[in-house]
T-cell receptor
Framework: DQQVKQNSPSLSVQEGRISILNCDYT??????FLWYKKYPAEGPTFLIS?????DKNEDGRFTVFLNKSAKHLSLHIVPSQPGDSAVYFC??????????FGTGTSLTVIP | DVKVTQSSRYLVKRTGEKVFLECVQD?????MFWYRQDPGLGLRLIYF???????EKGDIPEGYSVSREKKERFSLILESASTNQTSMYLC????????????FGPGTRLTVT
């Protein structure tokens, strides 16, 4: 059973607009979350993380929001650029040897 | 430039063969990981190593073993390959204490026929 779910397999956004990628998790004990980005034929690269003691973490154009009561997190990219076109994975990291990844959302930013 | 390399991009093996997937990192990282990625299932952790000769089972260790004799090298072993082990295999490494920030290799697409 998927413990981390990304229900939108794909998303298309115009360049310059906001991209919002969503992620839901099932276990309320999860307390650390990650986003990774993956280009074709490459391994994923770490993007941003958030701890459950925060509800927001920002890094440049990327902001992750955490809603613990809803067990939901989202990644906002503002403004979106064509180079952001990639597959985005969210993951929960409850223990040092535990990582639960979602199935990914493929983002296409249209120039 | 940080680098995680995997021995093969594509591999085809027969059922019952013993298969070795090799991963090398040049960043002096303590942690190394093996994942498999399947459609509809995302990345799933197979094994994790936090030091030479040390290993921890991940979410799906059945049918796999690992070896870490040197810090830079982490091997995934399929003792007797089966068709349900056809998958994309990804290796990653990270610093101790920053397990969340993993550097991934490009992956090995393994097909077991």
């Amino acid at each position: 059973d998927q413990q981390v779910k990304q229900n939108s397999p794909s998303l298309s956004v115009q360049e310059g607009r906001i991209s919002i990628l969503n992620c839901d998790y099932t276990n309320s004990m999860f307390d650390y979350f990650l986003w990774y980005k993956k280009y074709p034929a490459e391994g994923p690269t770490f993007l941003i993380s958030i701890s459950s003691i925060k509800d927001k973490n920002e890094d440049g154009r990327f902001t992750v929001f955490l809603n613990k009561s809803a067990k939901h997190l989202s990644l906002h990219i503002v403004p979106s650029q064509p180079g952001d076109s990639a597959v985005y994975f969210c993951a929960a990291h409850p223990l040092v040897n535990q990582f639960y990844f979602g199935t990914g959302t493929s983002l296409t930013v249209i120039p | 430039d940080v680098k995680v390399t995997q021995s093969s991009r594509y591999l085809v093996k027969r059922t019952g063969e013993k298969v070795f997937l090799e991963c090398v990192q040049d960043m002096d990282h303590e942690n190394m990981f093996w994942y498999r990625q399947d459609p509809g299932l995302g990345l799933r952790l197979i094994y994790f190593s936090y030091d030479v000769k040390m290993k921890e089972k991940g979410d799906i260790p059945e049918g796999y073993s690992v070896s870490r004799e040197k810090k830079e090298r982490f091997s995934l072993i399929l003792e007797s390959a089966s068709t349900n082990q056809t998958s994309m295999y990804l290796c990653a490494s990270s610093l101790s204490g920053r397990a969340y920030e993993q550097y991934f290799g490009p992956g090995t697409r393994l097909t077991v026929t």
